[in-house]
């Protein structure tokens, strides 16, 4: 059992638990700051009964006409609170203030070597949308792992009934495309 709350800036000094995960990208405090600030509504704790962070999510709206969108920016469990639907739960919730939004659709990056998190978005009814080329950087150290693709995965909302948002025009792009379109 869980219960869902605002993400708080107190939650920056508890949430360590859940980010010493590998598969957690981590961020510095301003950027968490930002969504706090910008999008409070899409910034969402997972707590258990006695107080603990079980997971969180962070999202935020953008885009115009019918590109405005939600977006999943970070979400992630602690590894002990894996497989109990938290994410489900927390992915539902995102999407709700999307819909509130009037939000077309919603989307996330996932690493494409990252099949748990693929499946599972697949799972929640996301579908690739198309592949980012070398989204995620690699490290400059010697044995850091390469730059890596990402793929940019979709979900209709009810905004769009047809599924126009996830049509690509360009199934492969670059990351400074990202910003072009």
């Not at 077309?104 to 949308?129: E, I, P, Q």
């Not at 690699?138 to 979900?155: Q, T």
Request: a neutral charge.
């Amino acid at each position: 059992m869980c219960t869902l709350r605002p993400f708080t800036c107190k939650d920056l000094f508890r949430f360590n638990r859940v980010n010493f995960d590998p598969l957690t990208e981590n961020y510095g405090t301003s950027f968490y700051l930002q969504y706090l600030v910008n999008w409070p509504e899409y910034c969402t704790v997972a707590e258990s009964p006695s107080g603990q962070i079980m997971g969180y999510i962070l999202g935020k709206s953008e885009g115009q006409a019918e590109e405005w969108h939600g977006h999943v920016t970070t979400l992630t469990v602690s590894p002990q609170f894996r497989r109990l639907g938290i994410a489900h739960t927390l992915m539902n919730q995102l999407e709700k203030i999307s819909e509130n939004q009037k939000c077309y659709f919603v989307d996330l990056f996932v690493r494409v070597s990252n099949d748990v998190a693929k499946n599972m978005y697949k799972n929640f009814g996301y579908s690739v949308y198309r592949q980012i080329v070398e989204y995620y950087a690699g490290g400059n150290a010697p044995h850091s792992p390469p730059d890596e693709d990402a793929y940019d995965m979709r979900k209709a909302l009810s905004r769009d009934p047809d599924g126009k948002s996830l049509i690509a025009k360009k199934k492969l792009i670059k990351t400074n495309e990202l910003f072009s379109n």
